[in-house]
């Protein structure tokens, strides 16, 4: 059974700082690009973070590059996201999922930057 499980959500103030996690089990972990998705309220979900199954080259959107940082152990079929720097529009619902052919969607964790 798939399943992609992400915790670390949470409230902060503008400037601070979270770490997502995702648990992924049932797939192939390492052999998928793997990449950390938002939905803000009342807006679509897009991808603000990529790597690669095995070399781990990183992709960010550019609102998020330079306070974002994504990284995977593939040991523990797990994905991170550090997210630096928060500011109240990075306030949205987390998701974790593959890059290509998503499969179904976990619950998300709930960030919330405000003061």
């Known amino acids: 059974q798939v399943q992609l499980v992400e915790s670390g959500g949470g409230m902060v103030q503008p400037g601070g700082s979270l770490r997502l996690s995702c648990a992924a089990s049932?797939?192939?972990?390492?052999?998928?690009?793997m990449g950390w998705y938002r939905q803000p309220p009342g807006k679509q979900r897009e991808l603000v973070a990529s790597?690669?199954?095995?070399?781990?080259?990183?992709d960010y959107t550019d609102s998020v590059k330079g306070r974002f940082t994504i990284s995977r152990d593939n040991a523990k079929n797990a994905v991170y996201l550090q997210m630096n720097s928060l500011k109240p529009n990075d306030t949205a619902v987390y998701y974790c999922?593959?890059?290509?052919?998503?499969?179904?969607w976990g619950q998300g964790t709930q960030v919330t930057v405000s003061s």
């Open positions: 790597i690669t199954s095995v070399v781990g080259k990183t």
């Open positions: 049932g797939i192939a972990f390492r052999t998928y690009a």
């Open positions: 999922n593959r890059v290509n052919n998503p499969l179904d």
